[in-house]
């Protein structure tokens, strides 16, 4: 099976990606909803329950495992990638950072010359500097603006994906980095992927919105290609699981947004005993 997980339902956009790519393979999915929002939280809560999180899955049956949750992938991926060095383990950064690269130009002549980028995200994400870094490091002559969008969660979560108040949000939230005059747009966050249309058309700028989810499953399906012995290992079916540490709130909103269908939760925290 493909483990994947998150704190809660927000990373079932990186299932709908999944299925879209890789159709055939069986997925194991766990929401930390006992103990949502990561957002807010600190890096050693975050980096203790993904931890604990990768091991449940691996004992399971996951033969690979997909760190959904972009606050996860901030604060814990690097030290899970160290402590489980025998399963391939993806996350949502290094994905989007490949395909932000790969299309920040910043055509525009009336902006001071240089690449631009934009991130959003999280509290958490954007606190722990790490698409900074990793970008930097990629081209030190880019520009990266971040901005923190806590209200975008709690927004798709009520199903406003299209309403009125989205927008001024997005508006807030968004024009600084607009007149920063950003080219490229990564939405860093689980959830942001259901606002990306209403964000391409608030925005309305030519700036390049990139869906990490989309960018990840186009890495794990190239990833599975060539690395057939581990592909083989992976159950093929449509006995998905969808496990959550507590009653996952709004599912079916969600589900329906991503997928337009039901998901049957199974509520149990293996971490609670
Ligand atoms: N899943 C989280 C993320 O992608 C958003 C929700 C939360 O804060 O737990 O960062």
Known sequence: MIGIFDSGVGGLTVVKEIFKYLPEHQIIYFGDTARLPYGTKGADFV???????????LKRGAKIIIVACNTSSAWAADS???DFKKTPIFEMINPAITEALATTKNP???LRAGKKIGI???PGTIRSGVYQKKFLKADSSLEIFSQACPL?????EEGLVDDKITIEIIKKYLEPLKE???DTLILGCTHYPLLKTIIEDTIDSGIKVINPAESLAKEVKKYLEENTTTAKKIKRGSKHQFFFSDEPYNLEKISHLCF?????????????V
């Open 120 to 122: 959003i995200g999280t």
């Open 152 to 156: 975008f969660v709690p927004l798709v």
């Open 80 to 82: 899970l990638k160290k």
């Open 47 to 57: 980096k203790k329950y993904s931890k604990k999180i990768t091991n449940w899955l």
């Open 108 to 110: 525009s002549a009336s």
């Open 260 to 272: 337009n269908k039901r998901i049957k939760p199974i509520v149990k925290d293996p971490f609670n």
């Open 180 to 182: 920063k005059g950003i």
